[in-house]
């Protein structure tokens, strides 16, 4: 689905630019971009596979690499998931980014 900015913007400042996941920065201009610094798209915290709605308290910000990985898993379980398997974010990141861009 498309955003418009107006949106975009509201969705992007619910961390105050930062991922869901990682809390790594996002560059709002680099929305729906993939492996450059700051890339981030609009996660669907339930996803829409699992019955996730496109209304907004539904709708966060998360880096590329994190939306990747998360893929259909619920930002619940997402979390756990990251905490679990990454102790460390600079690891996780390295991780992803060998696996999600290259
Ligand atoms: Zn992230």
Known sequence: MAYD????????????????YD??????????????????EVD???PVSRGGTD???NLVPACYLC???KA???????????????PNMDDYRQKMRKKHCS
């Open 5 to 20: 900015e107006k949106k975009l913007k509201i969705i992007y400042n619910k961390n105050s630019g930062r991922c869901e």
């Open 23 to 40: 809390k790594v920065n996002l560059e709002f201009e680099n929305h729906g971009k993939s492996c450059v610094n700051g890339a981030w």
């Open 44 to 46: 669907h915290s339930r």
């Open 55 to 57: 209304h907004m308290d």
């Open 67 to 69: 939306n990747r990985e």
């Open 72 to 86: 259909n898993m619920l930002a619940s379980e997402f979390k756990v998931y990251i905490a679990e398997k990454f």
